[in-house]
């Protein structure tokens, strides 16, 4: 009898850390090494699920509107086959954590990117270099997010990227959640 590869159920990882970690640059990373090993998958900015102005009656931070819309997105990337979910985004809480779980509907793992934070202020000086105001508020709620994170224990695996390539940490961050084995190639 010869094994065939099994496809795998599939999963989610949240990508987390504070302002400047380097959140979606390292999803779209790991969604490249996914595809490159034929694995179906769906990436997912968070940011960009929840912005919509003026905020929802009592949704001042679009937290339901995230939520719907998060349930929409891996519905339709789940339907269409992949086997992997992959968000960049921010969960302040268990509560969010678990939240953004019941959304995508299949198993959760949060990998935080640890990042020091004079690195993390080096990259936002350069990301807002033309924008005084938005620095101000970054420089700022850097520390505050990292405190959060630091108190809250959001995460179930922790990988450094301070100063590594972008590709590098998205190959640690499938080691930490053990995507990195084999997996059976979308059909």
């Excluded at 850390?17 to 694995?39: E, F, H, I, P, Q």
């Excluded at 695996?157 to 080691?175: G, K």
């Amino acid at each position: 009898m010869i094994a065939t590869p099994r496809t795998p159920s599939p999963q989610a990882v949240l990508i987390t850390g504070t302002v400047g970690a380097g959140k979606t640059s390292v999803a779209d990373a790991v969604g490249d090494l996914l595809a490159g090993a034929g694995v179906a998958h769906g990436v997912v900015d968070l940011d960009r699920l929840c912005q919509v102005w003026p905020a929802p009656a009592g949704d001042p931070f679009n937290s339901r509107v995230l939520l719907r819309n998060v349930r929409a997105v891996a519905g339709t990337y789940l339907e269409a086959g992949a086997q992997r979910l992959v968000l960049a985004g921010v969960a302040e809480s268990r509560d969010e954590v678990h939240g953004l779980a019941a959304a995508v509907g299949v198993p959760l793992t949060v990998c935080r990117l640890e990042v020091r934070l004079a690195v993390v202020r080096e990259r936002l000086r350069a990301r807002h270099a033309d924008d005084p105001d938005g620095l101000r508020w970054h420089l700022d709620r850097s520390g505050e997010l990292a405190g959060i994170l630091d108190a809250a224990h959001v995460a179930d695996c922790s990988v450094d990227a301070t100063r590594r390539p972008v590709t590098e940490v998205a190959e640690a961050v499938l080691r930490a959640v053990g995507w990195d084995g084999p997996v059976a190639p979308s059909a």
